[in-house]
């Protein structure tokens, strides 16, 4: 009987640690496939919000358009970190202070978006930022810092924010480009890879769905 309540001691103090263990797995679970509490979402057209295709977290990760409320919409708009940026103000200059900056001189976009603020669009899960891939106009996970990372935020009154790709923008221009032409952060389709185009890729003004990461 000794043997007998020795043993059953022994697995009572195994499941008294299994259960908490296991409960709070559970938790973390549940907590990672939570509503994320900032989303950068389409808001005149599809509604959908950017997300990491199938919950890829490495670099060259497509970045997509998908339904509100999924847990890998998990971007927030950021500052740009300013240190090289226009002086480090992080806003579009136009000869101001001297300065024309960040659109390539003779663009025209400078001048278009005078005194709008550089921003990141930002994975604050992960650290990755929204980077453009200028040979096919795709957005990706990258490093914050690399070509393609720096958006200019241009408000559209209560419609929301248009998006501008500055790498991008700046590439079509030095490849032959027109002036004047922005290339917008948008979307193919839901479920889709999303782009920096022109008005035939769908552009959107986008906004913040929830608060209390980077800008939003």
Known sequence: MKRIAYILGIV???LGFTVPIASAQSERYSANLATPRVQVCDLLGSHDCMNRQH????????VVAYNLNDNNNDFTVADSGGVSWCGGSNWVHNGENGLVCPFS??????????????????NYTYG????????????????CGNNGYLWVDSPDGSSGDWF?????????????????????????????????????????????????????
């Open 164 to 216: 501008i790709n500055v790498g991008q923008s700046n590439y079509a221009y030095g490849n032959g480009g027109p002036s004047n032409q922005p290339y917008w952060l948008g979307t193919l389709g839901t479920g889709l890879r999303m782009v920096a185009g022109t008005w035939n890729n769908n552009p959107s003004p986008f906004g913040c769905v929830g608060s209390g990461e980077g800008l939003c």
């Open 128 to 143: 990755w930022c929204a980077n453009a891939n200028f040979s096919d106009y795709s957005i990706n996970l990258g490093a």
């Open 12 to 14: 009572s103090i195994i």
């Open 105 to 122: 001189v003779g663009s025209g976009l400078n001048a278009r978006y005078d005194k709008k603020a550089i921003v990141q669009l930002y």
């Open 55 to 62: 919950g890829g977290v490495q670099s060259g990760t497509w």
